[in-house]
């Protein structure tokens, strides 16, 4: 939901579990991911390497011979690893933690 007014329309008695920017969700996103879109993110993974490049084709034939959603979610998954809050969170990530 984005926006004042959309916000207005909401039942007080739903709390956001998660808010990114100025979207708010009301169940965990990660319920809302489907079993076959989760092996399709582990095939562009295991194809991929850290930038998001295709370094291997899961399929016989060239890369415009894969099947669109392959093309289609590789470059999902390259423009969400260039994106700016992707290198933040490896920064975030990669800092020192304290001394246990």
């Known amino acids: 939901m984005q926006g004042q007014r959309e916000w207005l329309t909401v039942p007080t008695t ?3 579990v998660e808010k ?5 969700m009301y169940e965990c996103p990660e319920s809302l991911i489907t079993r076959a879109t989760w092996e399709i993110v582990d095939l562009v993974i295991s194809c991929t390497d850290d930038t998001g490049g295709v370094r291997i084709l899961p399929f016989p034939g060239s890369l415009l011979e894969q099947p ?3 093309r289609q979610a ?3 998954l390259r423009s969400e690893r260039n994106s700016n809050w992707f290198s933040a969170l490896r920064k975030d990530v990669a800092k020192p933690k304290g001394k246990i």
């Open 14 to 16: 739903l709390c956001p």
């Open 74 to 76: 590789a470059k999902m």
């Open 68 to 70: 669109t959603w392959f």
């Open 20 to 24: 990114i920017d100025d979207l708010k």
